[in-house]
């Protein structure tokens, strides 16, 4: 019910907008996170968007991503800045209720209840 699209291979510096297609539940009502794994690592959270519009991100991507959605596409987005070659990854957004997560808990990534197949994302310099 999730597919994202956006990625690419960009130089250092770059920027790279993610988006995120739910087809089927609103995303309004959900809390909607993106997390990302690189080959060898473990998978991290990186932004969290809940229904009340709080959001979260992981220290390694503050003021340089940015989460946000548009309901009437019921579309979520990753806006992405300044890109390293540590942000090389693939990119999933996900789902959760957000009844059973806050913005702290969600970024872990154990409540999600619905995953999209991922998008890859490659920062060279």
């Known amino acids: 019910r999730l597919l994202e699209s956006g990625g690419g291979s960009v130089p250092a510096g770059g920027s790279l907008r993610l988006s995120c297609v739910a087809d089927?539940?609103?995303?309004?009502?959900?809390?909607m996170a993106w997390f990302r794994q690189a080959p060898g690592k473990e998978r991290e959270g990186v932004a969290v968007?809940?229904?009340?519009?709080?959001?979260n991100y992981a220290d390694s991507v503050k003021g340089r991503f940015t989460i946000s959605k548009d309901n009437a596409k019921n579309t979520l987005y990753l806006t992405m800045n300044s890109l390293k070659p540590e942000d090389t990854a693939m990119y999933y957004c996900a789902a959760a209720n957000p009844g059973f997560v806050t913005v702290v808990t969600a970024l872990l990534g154990n409540d999600m209840e619905d995953w999209g197949p991922g998008t890859l994302v490659t920062i060279y310099s």
């Open positions: 089927g539940d609103f995303i309004d009502n959900y809390c």
């Open positions: 968007l809940c229904n009340d519009y709080t959001t």
